[in-house]
Structures are given as C-alpha cells and as structure tokens.
C-alpha cells in the first residue's frame, strides 16, 4: 500500500487546512487508519485515528479543533484542522495498519505561524 499525503503548508494561527491522504488501494473501512505528526527534535506523535463502527480518536491536544474523516470510495483519508497553533506545526504522516503491517505516507509539513 502506498500513500499519498497532501495539504500542508503554512498559515496563520488561528486558521485552518485540510489533508488529505490516497491510498493506491482499496482499504475496507473496518481498518484503521490514522494521522501522526512529528515536530523537530521531537518523537512522532499521535493526532487521530478512525475506522468503522467506533468513534474516532484523537490526542487530547487536537480534540475539538481537528476532525478526521474518511471517503472509503476514493480509499482517501482527510485531517481538517481548524484554530490551528504555533504548536500544532511539524511534519504530518498517515498511516494505515493493513493485513497486519504499518504502511506510511511521506508526510507533509504543516506550519503555524504566531
């Protein structure tokens, strides 16, 4: 499976993007797919997470602000982010578990300025 995030680039604290990530595959909406992100200097860290028949996820640092989706269609995964902060910038991946193995995207910078 290869993925394709997009959507990144910079803005203004307090504004808003939305990501998207394709995968090159069909991948049923029972598995999980996610978004991590990874500032400088520090480790990848979980953002949202999302698969069928539950509730999404989210890290307590995104919740209210972030909503994740899915259009299983287009086998497409999104991020909209919205009142972004300067500590919310970093590198975004997606990520999805299929057939028992960790499949990444190339990640997209994001970048909140103050």
């Known amino acids: 499976v290869q993925l394709q995030a997009s959507g990144g680039g910079l803005v203004q604290a307090g504004g808003s993007l939305r990501l998207s990530c394709a995968a090159s595959?069909?991948?049923?909406?029972?598995?999980?797919m996610g978004w991590y992100r990874q500032a400088p200097g520090k480790q990848r860290e979980f953002v949202a997470s999302?698969?069928?028949?539950?509730?999404?996820n989210y890290a307590d640092s995104v919740q209210d602000r972030f909503t994740i989706s899915r259009d299983n269609a287009k086998s497409t995964l999104y991020l909209q982010m919205n009142s972004l902060k300067p500590d919310d910038s970093g590198v975004y991946y997606c990520?999805?578990?299929?057939?028992?193995?960790?499949?990444w995207g190339q990640g997209t910078q994001v970048t909140v300025s103050s």
């Open positions: 990520k999805v578990n299929y057939q028992s193995r960790d499949y």
């Open positions: 999302i698969r069928s028949g539950r509730d999404p």
């Open positions: 595959r069909t991948i049923h909406s029972s598995v999980v």
